[in-house]
Every structure is written in structure tokens, then in C-alpha cells.
């Protein structure tokens, strides 16, 4: 019984998980960013999984990229993107919105 019960929670959390994604990848279409970014791979800006990877277990690393995509910026990605800009995205997007990617992101 109790490993049944397991089981059940454990699906609820991977098909929570699986519709998060899909959210976030539908957002990310819906405010542009998939004009430069790809999930796995480098389309102008870099991969959105190394970003997930170069912030993994960083206190601060969601409200440092939320502040980026919020004001744009350059520098930190120069060895991927041979220097291009990332644009700013506030007030074209909503903060709530800039918010749900960067969670969307690290959670790659
Ligand atoms: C015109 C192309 C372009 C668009 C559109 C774009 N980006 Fe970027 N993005 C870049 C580039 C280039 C970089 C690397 C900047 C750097 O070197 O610091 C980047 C970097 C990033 C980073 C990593 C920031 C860091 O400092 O590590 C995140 C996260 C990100 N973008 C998310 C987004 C999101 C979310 C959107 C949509 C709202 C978006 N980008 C739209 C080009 C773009």
C-alpha cells in the first residue's frame, strides 16, 4: 500500500513537472526568446541548459538573471556568443512573466 501511495506521488510530480516545461518553453515562444535561445543547443545566446548549469546551487542566480533579462546586458557569455548582447525585456514582458522563464530555466 504504502509503496502504491509512493508511486502515485511520484507521478503527480513528474506530470507537474512535464506541464511546468511545457509552460515555460510556451512562454518563452510567446515573449521571443526563442529567436536566440534553444533548450540544448546555442542559437545566438547561450544554451538555456549551461545557463542552468553555470548557476546551479547559486543563492542569488535567480534574481541575477531575472535583473539581466529585466535590463539586458553582455560579458558573461562572450566565450559562447563571441560578445553579442542579450536585450532588455522589461517592460516588454511582465516581471511575473521574467520571473516564471528564470525558474523555467534553472529548472533545466
Ligand atoms: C536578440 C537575441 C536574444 C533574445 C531575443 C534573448 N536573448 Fe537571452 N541572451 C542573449 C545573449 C547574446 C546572451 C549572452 C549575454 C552575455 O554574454 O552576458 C543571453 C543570455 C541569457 C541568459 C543568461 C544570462 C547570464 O548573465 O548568464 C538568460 C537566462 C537568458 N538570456 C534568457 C532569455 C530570455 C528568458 C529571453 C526572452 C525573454 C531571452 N533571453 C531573449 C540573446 C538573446
Redesign the pocket.
Known sequence: MKAVMMGMAMAAVSVAGVAQAEEGLDL?KK???????AVDKK????A?KD?AA??KGKGDAKA??VD??KKG??????D??G?????P?SP??PDA??EK??S??LSL
Not at 31 to 37: D, E, R
Open positions: 518563452a515573449s521571443g526568446c526563442l529567436a536566440c535561445h542559437v545566438v545566446g547561450p538555456w545557463v553555470r548557476y541575477t538573471l539581466k533579462i546586458g553582455k560579458g558573461n557569455w562572450t559562447v556568443t560578445g553579442v548582447a542579450m536585450p525585456y516588454r514582458v512573466d521574467i522563464l528564470v523555467f530555466v
